[in-house]
């Protein structure tokens, strides 16, 4: 295997406090993964965002249908297969065929090209694969033109008795890539096959909320193992579920919440003797594309907003209407990328970091969401991924990975909690 490129992109130098705790703990981290993930499942795939501000590392969104495949390292295309095999094992040992769900993103060529990668992936892990399509009107195979030449094929699904499928093929496992912010259609209901993953990951049940309430016990749980602070690794939210922002309704709720995790902020940067300005990011607590998001630096922004503004936070992705927001601690980001202001991105299949990439905004400031108009990727690569630090050589490229691969999985443990808490309300209300 190659090396991990020594990119001029990232932070340089020896690790910083946190990074060097993780290393000198490594091998007690890794342990304490281990027992974690006997008694946890972890999700099919997931992506996590990170944010590095020298005195803290902390992942700000977890994705559960991530879209960037095609943004990762070619080169370590079979750290991805060998996953997806392991994964594919536990659902369906004995599975050869899957059907890949993507999003209705027919002009999207680089979202076609994430769908392309996953579908290779799925083939070298030795499945047949085809792609169905929830695209509105398909009655017939459409073929897409990709930048690299090839083509994809999308064909209609068919749903026959508790079965999901397209033509002549009939799965033994559904991989979903489509994250339901338009709903749960009824053709995915009550499968025989394996959804993964399941319905209840996709936007119109899951909430960031829930999400980071899974991460606050699992950073608890995992500073105490280590003995540090869990700020360190954990950024503070509230979640305010009464606000109409076309109407100014619920304003001074979350203005109320917007000061007391500034005041938190502050009350920490003291503590550590941080000089940056506080801020909270405030967004959609269901969603993704980095729609319906806002950076606060003070209550009164939120009270009183302007028109252009309530039209940015009060609609997300299929048109979906923002009535529940997520207030998180904004995370500074203090590396860069041909200088422009940069966030690293983990991909992981199963349990294992498969590699990552750079978003990277030049348009942005280091307390500024990057998912964003005017974002490039940066290809990043985990050498010898998240498993194998080198303590005695502290510039050493994968120690940095090394703790990005740490945070990731503990967003993605924290993803498992998340979904079995959802399970189990959902069967609780159903029986």
Same mark, same amino acid.
């Not at 399509?133 to 068919?158: H, I, M, N, R």
């Not at 209550?299 to 009535?323: D, W």
């Not at 400031?365 to 050498?383: I, R, S, V, Y």
């Given at each position: 295997?190659?090396?991990?490129?020594?990119?001029?992109?990232?932070?340089?130098?020896?690790?910083?406090?946190?990074?060097?705790?993780?290393?000198?703990?490594?091998?007690?981290?890794?342990?304490?993964?281990?027992?974690?993930?006997?008694?946890?499942?972890?999700?099919?795939?997931?992506?996590?965002?990170?944010? #590095?501000?020298?005195? &803290?590392? !902390?992942?700000?969104?977890?994705?559960?249908?991530?879209?960037?495949? #095609? #943004?990762?390292?070619?080169?370590?295309?079979?750290?991805?297969? +060998?996953?997806?095999?392991? !994964?594919?094992?536990?659902?369906?040992?004995?599975?050869? =065929?899957?059907?890949?769900?993507?999003?209705?993103?027919?002009?999207?060529?680089?979202?076609?090209?994430?769908?392309?990668?996953?579908?290779?992936?799925?083939?070298?892990?030795?499945?047949?694969?085809?792609?169905?399509?929830?695209?509105?009107?398909?009655? +017939?195979?459409?073929?897409?033109?990709?930048?690299?030449? &090839?083509?994809?094929?999308?064909?209609?699904?068919?749903?026959?008795? #508790?079965?999901?499928?397209?033509?002549?093929?009939?799965?033994?496992?559904?991989?979903?890539?489509?994250?339901?912010?338009?709903?749960?259609?009824?053709?995915?209901?009550?499968?025989?096959?394996?959804?993964?993953?399941?319905?209840?990951?996709?936007?119109?049940?899951?909430? %960031?909320?829930?999400?980071?309430?899974?991460?606050? =016990?699992?950073?608890?749980?995992?500073?105490?193992?280590?003995?540090?602070?869990?700020?360190?690794?954990?950024?503070?939210?509230?979640?305010?579920?009464?606000?109409?922002?076309?109407?100014?309704?619920?304003?001074?709720?979350?203005?109320?919440?917007?000061?007391?995790?500034?005041?938190?902020?502050?009350? &920490?940067? &003291?503590?550590?003797?941080?000089?940056?300005?506080?801020?909270?990011?405030?967004?959609?607590?269901?969603?993704?594309?980095?729609?319906?998001?806002?950076?606060? %630096?003070?209550?009164?922004?939120?009270?009183?907003?302007?028109?252009?503004?309530?039209? %940015?936070?009060?609609?997300?992705?299929?048109?979906?209407?923002?009535?529940?927001?997520?207030?998180?601690?904004?995370?500074?980001?203090?590396?860069?990328?041909?200088?422009?202001?940069?966030?690293?991105?983990?991909?992981?299949?199963?349990?294992?970091?498969?590699?990552?990439?750079?978003?990277?905004? !030049?348009?942005?400031?280091?307390?500024?969401?990057?998912?964003?108009?005017?974002? +490039?990727?940066?290809?990043?690569?985990?050498?010898?991924?998240?498993?194998?630090?080198?303590?005695?050589?502290?510039?050493?490229?994968?120690?940095?990975?090394?703790?990005?691969?740490?945070?990731?999985?503990?967003?993605?443990?924290?993803?498992?909690?998340?979904?079995?808490?959802?399970?189990?309300?959902?069967?609780?209300?159903?029986?």
């Amino acid at each position: 295997m190659s090396a991990v490129p020594r990119l001029t992109t990232a932070l340089s130098g020896p690790p910083l406090a946190l990074e060097s705790q993780l290393l000198a703990q490594s091998v007690n981290i890794e342990h304490w993964f281990r027992g974690q993930w006997q008694e946890h499942t972890p999700p099919f795939y997931g992506s996590v965002d990170l944010r #590095n501000s020298h005195y &803290k590392l !902390a992942p700000v969104d977890t994705n559960l249908f991530p879209g960037g495949f #095609n #943004n990762l390292n070619p080169d370590f295309h079979a750290l991805c297969v +060998q996953a997806a095999q392991t !994964a594919i094992e536990k659902v369906c040992p004995d599975a050869r =065929d899957a059907l890949l769900i993507p999003e209705n993103h027919t002009r999207n060529q680089f979202y076609l090209q994430n769908v392309a990668t996953i579908a290779r992936v799925l083939r070298h892990a030795g499945m047949n694969v085809r792609i169905g399509s929830l695209l509105p009107g398909l009655t +017939q195979p459409l073929t897409v033109d990709l930048p690299d030449g &090839k083509k994809l094929k999308l064909e209609p699904l068919k749903r026959v008795g #508790n079965r999901v499928g397209v033509e002549g093929f009939d799965p033994c496992v559904v991989l979903l890539n489509n994250d339901l912010s338009a709903g749960i259609p009824d053709i995915l209901r009550n499968t025989e096959q394996p959804l993964f993953p399941p319905l209840h990951a996709g936007w119109a049940v899951r909430r %960031k909320s829930n999400h980071f309430a899974a991460y606050d =016990d699992v950073a608890k749980a995992f500073a105490q193992m280590l003995g540090i602070d869990p700020w360190l690794i954990n950024p503070y939210f509230e979640t305010c579920g009464k606000i109409n922002f076309q109407t100014h309704e619920g304003e001074e709720c979350l203005a109320g919440y917007v000061s007391e995790i500034l005041n938190d902020i502050r009350a &920490k940067y &003291k503590e550590y003797g941080v000089s940056d300005e506080p801020f909270v990011i405030v967004k959609a607590d269901a969603g993704t594309y980095g729609m319906g998001i806002m950076t606060v %630096k003070d209550a009164s922004e939120v009270v009183g907003l302007n028109r252009k503004q309530r039209n %940015k936070m009060a609609v997300v992705k299929e048109g979906l209407e923002v009535h529940e927001v997520l207030v998180q601690e904004g995370v500074h980001t203090y590396e860069t990328v041909r200088d422009a202001v940069a966030e690293p991105v983990v991909y992981m299949i199963d349990r294992f970091v498969v590699g990552g990439f750079y978003r990277l905004n !030049a348009q942005r400031g280091t307390d500024q969401n990057l998912n964003a108009p005017g974002m +490039q990727f940066e290809p990043l690569a985990f050498a010898e991924p998240c498993s194998s630090p080198n303590p005695d050589d502290p510039d050493c490229a994968p120690n940095r990975f090394y703790a990005y691969g740490v945070i990731a999985r503990l967003a993605l443990l924290a993803a498992s909690l998340e979904l079995e808490r959802t399970e189990s309300l959902l069967d609780a209300a159903a029986a």
